[in-house]
């Protein structure tokens, strides 16, 4: 347990002082600015505007943080021999613990950083609400199974850009999978329905763990939605985390 | 690499030297089970090595080892040595076997590449290894850096560790290495001390008896 806590201790001292992660943040503050504009610009419906834009921004520049930063550290690991040094000392499961437990420690201190700023917004416009908080707690369940695929991606492409344009077309496509099975539900033989069906349960279900709609008017889900999304994503993610292992375990470094 | 054939007595500092693409990192690898051989088998005390002997009895240095920058020197090895087991006081005396003390607070991005390969020999002495396998330890480092690692290496060899490391400076094995063996083509060609090699080949210098050796492979 030890020797994870190290490799992910490690690799988050190392990310959250990261030119990445500077820049995540710099994104973030400019779309908050965006957000207030938004907001000036909807006369009436400015408090659902800057909760709504807010928690977007949140999402887009979170996912833009664990996806860039987590696949260029795997590749600059390799490059600079640091997976060398970590592999005399640590077994190659607790590499990929260890790295999976950064990124997702990496996750929390970014939502919670962003947090910070997202509520001085909403309480200097007067628009704030709880219930667009505890919206974040999905936010990090979706961000934790994508940190799942960006590692499952790095340990099977030898490139890094494969990787990352790996782990963000499987985010589009999970979150535009139940729209899409609707439309082709409505239009599609039975045959292509099936398949896409097939695809859409392989897929992470995103769109269940959206609660922005409901957030942004001060409305939740009841408790037991919140159980069973913890349980569907930490499934999800030690299912990834097995095959990230797999295919770490049997590669040559 | 073919028909290798090699044996590293304890206690010693034995030098691989070879060409570029010779073979040397990849059998350095293969003693790390970073890469598995097709075929063969590599013995450690007279079993069959495993990863798990690599974790607890090997330390290594790689070629062009570029750690963390935006960690301070410090930092990085208190957090690899709480994940090993190892106490800080072990971190500050490998500092100062280091000749690192007074560079231990500043971010590793501002050191030098002979700090860092002196970092990176520190990392190796963590776990108080048996062995120690360094991959060209000074590449690229200027003649004082160099000779602080060859004096590093000599301190260890005489606390009992066994040395092993591949290098194409000459100059360097001649001046530490008990024994050396010279890879070309994936294959040793030559096992022995110097003064052996220098005799079989009947020169004088070790670079003309190297590349004689190399030559009569070719």
New interface residues.
Partial sequence: M??I???A??NF??AI??RIFLGVIFFFVFFLAFCALLGKLSPGETGKVLRNAGLAGIELSALILVVFSLTFSFYREK????L??Y??????TAYISGKLGGYLLISVFYLALSAIGYILLLCFYGAFLWQPIIGLYPLFLKLSIIVGFCLVFSCLFSSPVIALLSSLSLYFASETAYPALKVIGLEAGEVKVFLFKCLYYLLPNMNKLDIKSLAIYGRLPELSFFLLISLYSFGYILFLWLIARFIFTRR?? | MQGLNLQIRQGEIFGLLGLNGAGKTTLLRCLLCLIKPNFGEIFFKGDALRSDDIQKNFGFLPENFQPYGNLTGKEFLRILAWGLGQNFAKVDSLFEQAGLSEQKDKYIKAYSRGMIQRLGLAVALLKNPEVIILDEPTLGLDPLGQSQILGLLKDLNQQGKTVFFSSHILSQVEKVCWRIGIIHCGRIVFVGTTEELLKKQNRASLEEAFLSTIKSQA
């Fill in positions: 030890r020797k806590a190290s490799v201790l490690l001292k190392q002082r990261d490059d600079s021999r640091m060398e040094i592999l005399s000392n640590f077994s190659r040559e470094y």
